[in-house]
């Protein structure tokens, strides 16, 4: 037995934060949303995919964002999408990791991502 990779990732989010997780994921991100499968449609929240790249939301009951916990996500034009993440006024703080550029921002509900050069 062993694994073999990481088939997505979940982040939580509030009731009713749908729209500002498409704003935010394929607004702003560029991740297209996907379909929920029928049986988990009616619980909210929502899905976005790209190649081998898949992002869920769940609406999770009590919510409060990941704060350190956080995926880190490979973007072609690291320092463009910085830029429009400023724009949109989120607040982006670069880094480097091992020589390799990056940032960190939150999303709309304060869960935390880091963007890493690809």
């Known amino acids: 037995m062993k694994i073999v990779a990481v088939d997505h990732v979940q982040l939580a989010m509030p009731a009713g934060g749908e729209e500002e997780a498409r704003a935010f994921y394929a607004g702003l991100l560029g991740l297209p949303e996907v379909p929920k499968p029928p049986e ?19 609406v999770e009951e009590g919510f409060r964002p990941a704060r350190k ?14 830029e429009t993440l400023r724009g949109a006024g ?25 963007m890493l050069e690809g």
């Open 69 to 82: 916990a956080h995926p880190a996500l490979v973007v072609a034009g690291l320092a463009e999408l910085a």
């Open 90 to 114: 989120y607040e982006v703080v670069e880094g480097e990791l091992q020589g390799r550029a990056r940032f960190h921002v939150h999303d709309p509900f304060g869960n935390r991502l880091e």
């Open 40 to 58: 988990l449609a009616a619980r909210g929240g929502a899905w976005f995919e790209s190649g081998g790249v898949k992002l869920h939301l769940g």
